[in-house]
Every structure is written in C-alpha cells, then in structure tokens.
C-alpha cells in the first residue's frame, strides 16, 4: 500500500518542499512506499528550487478518490470475434468465467459473451432437422477443433454457413438427402465408407471430414482435388466428430454488442451509480479505447481507501479532492488548526508554530541523526527561505533560524546568495496570466460564517502590480465567483520593503474597522505586515467576529 505525502491545493514553495522532503525522510525511516505528491504544477520560484536541488517534482495528482482502474481486474481473459465456441468456452472453463469480453482484430472492445448465450450455439436450432445442423465457421477452425488435418483443403479461412451432413445410411438414401440443400454448404461427415464418399465428391460437396483417423484412397484423393473438394482427417469416431463440429460454430453471433464499458479513470462512486441497476455481469474496463482490465460489481464493495500524509495544511478545504474519504495518517504542519479534519483512527498529528513546514521536517532528519542528501538539504532550506522570507517574516523562530544553519552544512550552495537569486526568480507578476496569479497560492477559510480565500504573492517593488491591477482586481472577482466565496483577497509583499498591498474582490462587514490606509477602492497599504497566517489572517477574523450580523 501506498502513502501518498500532500501539501495543500495551489501548493508554495513550502508545501511541495516539506512534501518532497517528509516522503524522503519516511522512506528512510518507517514507509519505505512513501511518494511525494502535490494538486498542482510547482510555480516558477519552486521550479527554480528543484532545478538547484536536482530533484523532481512530486507527482501531480488531483484527486485521490479510488478509480476504476484500482479496483479492477487487470489479468484480462477475453475473447476474439473470430473465435468459436470451443476455444471460448475451454478458455471461460478453465478460468471459471461467467462472461467474457469480446475484441476485435484491432483489439477493441465490440462486446460481451455470457456463458449462457455462448451454450444456445451448440443448442443451435434444437430439433429441427435444418437448423440444428447448421454451423457458421471455417474450415480451419473446424479443423482446429477436431484436432484433425487437411488431406486437402480449398479457401480454409472462407466464412461459410456450413450443413452437416452424416453418411450413416445407405449410399442411394444419403444422395437423396445431399441433394436437397446447395453443394456448396454442404459439409459431409463420413467413416471409411467409399459408397458414401464417392456421390458426395461427384456432388462437390464444400468439404468431407473422414472420421476414424481414415483417409481418401489415393483415387478419392484425385477426385476430390478436382472437384474442388476440401478433404479433413479427424481422430474421433463419427459420433464425436459431428459434435465437435457443432462446438466450431463463430461466436458472432451470440455477441452482446450492446454492453457497458467504463473508463479506467472514472470514480469509482460514479461507476457504482452507473451500474448498479445493470443486469450486466462483467464490465470492460477501457484506457484510450483499448481492454484495459473487467470489473464485476463485487469489485465495488470495498474499494481501496488511499493513504495520506498531510503537510503544509490540517483543514480539508485546502486538501487534495477526495482526502474526506482517504485514511490520513499523519498531519505535519506549522498553520492554525482547523475543525474540518476527522479521523476514524488515532494519528500523529504535529503542530507547532514556527515558519515552515520544512523546518519541522529537517528537524525529524536532526532528530533521528539521518544526513539528508545536498539536493533534499537546500529543498528543505528553500521551503524555510520561502516561508519566512529568508528569517525576515514575523512567524520566524529561533527553531527556524537554527535549523536553517544546520542544513547549510549539507548544502553546496551559500544560502545567503542563492535567497537572493530565489526571490528574484519566477515574479508572478512578470510572466503570470491574472488568473493564474490569484490562484497560485491561494487558501480558502471559513470564519464567522463567511467564507473567503487569501492569496499571496512575493515581488520585488510593487511597479507590475500597478500595471496590472485591473487585470487582478477581474481575476479575483471571478476567482469569488468561481469558488462560490463571499470575497477573496490578494496579498502582495515587497520583498524588499517588507510591507504589502492588500487587493480585496469586495469588502465584506466589519471592514470599515480596518486600521489601514485605504489607496483606492478595495486596496490597501499594510506597512509591515507580510505573513499571511500571522497576520493577515488574524486581522481579517477579528473585522468579521466584529460585524454586526455575527454578535
């Protein structure tokens, strides 16, 4: 089993670091099956963090509710349309099947076999003297089946509506029969009887299975080359032989074309809800069009349940989709708590307050005297300069700034020069489209009974945010609308100045509280405040607790 390590949605620079780093230090320690992942593409400055770092990104998964593709049966037993009942029915035997799927030459799904249906072809026209005799197959499969050979043979693969026809009565009485149906169908079942096989090669009959293991004389033989007779040798009586001819009848015929596929990337509640009232007994499982794997509805009671660790974060709102109904293991972070996250099972849950997540993590590889390597070293370091803008933010500790020294001896790399060239790489502003801005590191909360989102980006100097402040100011309101918020905010920080510029979509009551200049319509200078946990945050649940509709 998997444990998948998660930062939170829109992930920083410290949530995809502490993520990438915890999944190493789990590796080394107690899950050796752990892997970093992330519910977004790492943003520019992160990118420029793992380049330096030499390490790869985690793996972007956006949803971590079970699939189709986990709960199926990958070891597909199937089925060709070419096929006859015999192989189909030893393969569903020997296998236990109920129903199989059916493919094409090219490989794609054309659809479903039941063992029941498979049965009517060998039940085939019950009594009827016509019917019942009738076998749609080649000569090649008819050989196949019998486990017989050609003595001779015409158009061996040739789809034919064959007649059979058995040579167990006098000579003038079988000619009669012969010929009351159209040579060409006629496929003549015959022991070592040349008084039966001498009329039926006059006739030029479609083709002559000789039972017993006999074969044509050496005349027969001529005669049926010239008459374009197909001559088969079977092993088996002829009793047997008529049978198995029978069981050589095409599968196409019984082919539930008519069927339900699912896709190997659809939910695995969705596909409960599409199915469950469906007769169907095996589902094919389908990836880019191709048989992928079967599901039967049994594989839907208890689906897997993904395991996770959480870092970075402690509120489901900020989780990966789906982590309501993930077994979370483990919580590492350094936020507020939040009152959305249950367990059913006790887990370790860290918190604590200091600036980054990464701190808590390379304080684990302290603690456990674990050397990380130069690449999860300087990882972990960009997370702690990134969150604590380089020990400048107002939630740096002393636990920050003696972790930091510690991992410098693991890095390659002077830390002081390259916080310098991490702050100066990858402006939001610069090369972001507004949308993308806004979104990038953004975190929803809930308080007072609104419900609202905070971003935050660092620049250097607020020149591009005055070029683009309109374009913002249309991607937060429809960041608001899209999420269905009451408002969302926008935080830039001067890196540099240490102060930021607080863009509001809208200001929600209790706002006119705010002891902050006002620069224009819903923006504002805040001197000094550049964390969001810290100080933003507290500032904007105390305007809300104030309102008049939350007393």
């Avoid at 659809?266 to 079967?294: C, H, W, Y």
């Avoid at 599901?295 to 395991?307: H, I, Y």
């Avoid at 009451?486 to 540099?496: M, N, P």
Wanted: with cysteine.
């Amino acid at each position: 089993m998997t444990v998948f390590v998660f930062g939170h949605r829109n992930p920083d620079t410290d949530a995809i670091c502490s993520a990438i780093a915890y999944a190493d230090f789990l590796k080394k320690t107690t899950r050796p099956d752990a892997i970093a992942a992330c519910c977004g593409a790492p943003n520019q400055r992160t990118e420029f963090a793992l380049r330096k770092a030499k390490l790869p990104p985690p793996r972007i998964i956006m949803d971590v509710r079970p699939e189709i593709e986990d709960v199926c049966q990958r070891d597909v037993v199937f089925a060709r349309q070419s096929e006859v009942f015999y192989e189909v029915y030893q393969r569903m035997k020997e296998h236990g099947l109920r129903a199989i799927p059916i493919v094409d030459d090219h490989d794609k799904v054309v659809g479903i076999v039941t063992l029941l249906e498979l049965l009517e072809l060998v039940l085939q026209g019950g009594v009827d003297p016509v019917h019942s005799r009738e076998v749609c197959s080649n000569l090649t499969k008819v050989a196949s089946v019998l486990g017989g050979t050609f003595q001779h043979v015409v158009d061996p693969d040739r789809t034919d509506e064959f007649v059979v026809t058995v040579g167990a009565m006098s000579a003038e009485g079988f000619t009669q029969r012969m010929n009351q149906f159209s040579a060409d169908r006629l496929l003549v079942v015959s022991g070592d009887r040349p008084t039966i096989q001498l009329p039926a090669l006059e006739l030029g009959v479609r083709a002559m299975v000789i039972a017993g293991g006999y074969e044509l004389s050496s005349g027969l033989l001529h005669l049926a080359k010239a008459r374009g007779v197909s001559v088969i040798i079977s092993p088996y009586d002829t009793a047997t032989t008529t049978m198995r001819i029978k069981a050589a009848r095409l599968i196409d015929s019984v082919i539930d074309r008519d069927f339900i596929s699912l896709s190997a990337k659809m939910p695995v509640e969705a596909a409960r809800q599409q199915i469950f009232r469906s007769s169907q007994t095996v589902f094919p499982v389908l990836d880019n069009g191709k048989l992928f794997g079967v599901l039967s509805k049994s594989d839907l009671v208890n689906p897997p349940m993904p395991e996770l660790v959480l870092v970075d974060h402690n509120e489901l709102s900020q989780a990966v989709q789906g982590a309501e109904d993930a077994i979370i293991t483990e919580v590492l972070d350094h936020h507020r708590l939040g009152g959305s996250l249950k367990s059913s099972n006790p887990i370790r849950f860290t918190l604590e307050p200091v600036g980054s997540t990464c701190t808590l993590v390379a304080r684990l590889f302290r603690q456990a005297n674990l050397q990380p390597s130069a690449g999860v070293a300087l990882c972990m370091a960009s997370g702690i300069i990134s969150d604590t803008l380089f020990l400048r933010s107002p939630t740096t500790t002393d636990v920050d700034r003696d972790i930091l020294q510690w991992l410098q001896q693991f890095c390659s790399l002077d830390l002081n020069e390259y916080a310098t060239e991490f702050f100066e790489v990858g402006s939001a502003l610069r090369s972001g489209e507004a949308g993308r801005v806004v979104r990038e590191d953004c975190k929803e909360f809930e308080e007072a009974g609104v419900k609202f989102s905070i971003s935050q980006i660092e620049e250097i100097g607020f020149d591009l945010f005055w070029e683009r402040k309109d374009e913002l100011v249309a991607a937060l309101d429809q960041l608001a609308k899209d999420n269905h918020l009451d408002f969302s905010a926008l935080l830039v920080t001067d890196i540099s100045s240490n102060g930021s510029l607080l863009l509001m979509s809208r200001q929600p009551e209790g706002w006119d509280e705010i002891n902050y200049p006002e620069l224009e319509e819903n923006l504002y200078e805040l001197e000094e405040v550049v964390s969001r946990k810290k100080q933003l945050l507290p500032l904007i649940i105390s305007l809300l607790d104030s309102a008049p509709s939350s007393n």
